[in-house]
């Protein structure tokens, strides 16, 4: 079992739509969860992080972190074709280097 | 945000050749700089850690001989991929962070910034 899952899609929307993109892991000892966003081609750019369980909002984006359940949900509102990229989940332990582990990455596709 | 390029973006190169490749951070000093290789729809996978003035340190399967990193300054590290065959050929990223691994605080996050990557293709 890999540390941490993330379905590669590719997930498909309309414009507008919520978009939900998802991770799992299974180091309970993880502490920070960040979303990356990559487009073709480009290096992966942070999106927003979460230090330990809860939810975060940045504008159309929320992220939330279920660590009981070892789970973590990003949320994108009002999807728009410039949306369109691979997000990648990452997380990282509370202590020692900070590098963080990286899913595998959803492909996402927001279609006008 | 902080901007890290690589160069180049893309080389093509004959097997058994040698390939340099540069990462730059712009406007910071990087204490730490990590190398990526990301091969199509598959993560991220870290290859090594340097920090400046110092030997790298490689993650396990990573041939320390064959992936040749030089972290020279703050604000120059290096990859060479000695006598490369075609199953190196992926996208090689790295990124690159300011001071030690800790969070600033209970909140905060110390973040790596990523470079855009080099596609290498192996002929």
């Known amino acids: 079992q890999k540390e941490v899952e993330q379905d590669p899609g590719p997930l498909s929307v309309p414009e507008g739509a919520i978009v939900s993109l998802n991770c799992t892991y299974s180091?309970?000892?993880?502490?920070?969860f960040m979303w990356y966003r990559q487009y073709s081609r480009k290096g992966p750019e942070l999106l927003m992080y979460?230090?330990?369980?809860g939810n975060k909002e940045d504008g159309r984006f929320t992220a939330q972190v279920d660590k009981s359940s070892k789970y973590i949900s990003l949320f994108i509102r009002d999807s728009q074709p410039s949306d369109s990229a691979t997000y990648l989940c990452?997380?990282?332990?509370?202590?020692?280097?900070?590098?963080?582990?990286f899913g595998r990455g959803t492909s996402l596709i927001v279609h006008p | 945000g902080a901007v890290v390029s690589q160069h180049p973006s893309w080389v093509i190169c004959k097997s058994g050749t040698s390939v340099k490749i540069e990462c730059r951070s712009l406007d910071f000093q990087a204490t730490t700089m990590f190398w990526y290789r990301q091969f199509p729809k598959q993560s991220l996978m870290l290859m090594a850690t340097?920090?400046?003035?110092?030997?790298?340190?490689?993650e396990q399967g990573v041939e320390k001989d064959k992936f040749l990193i030089n972290h020279a300054s703050l604000t120059l590290s290096t990859l060479t991929v000695t006598s490369a065959h075609p199953e190196d050929s992926s996208f090689y990223i790295c990124?690159?962070?300011?001071?030690?691994?800790?969070?600033?605080?209970?909140?905060?996050?110390?973040?790596?910034?990523f470079g855009p990557g080099t596609r290498l293709t192996v002929l």
């Open positions: 340097s920090n400046e003035g110092s030997k790298a340190t490689y």
């Open positions: 990452a997380m990282t332990l509370s202590g020692g280097s900070y590098i963080p582990t």
């Open positions: 990124s690159a962070r300011v001071g030690g691994g800790g969070p600033h605080g209970t909140s905060g996050y110390n973040e790596q910034f």
């Open positions: 979460t230090y330990s369980s």
């Open positions: 180091n309970s000892a993880f502490q920070y």
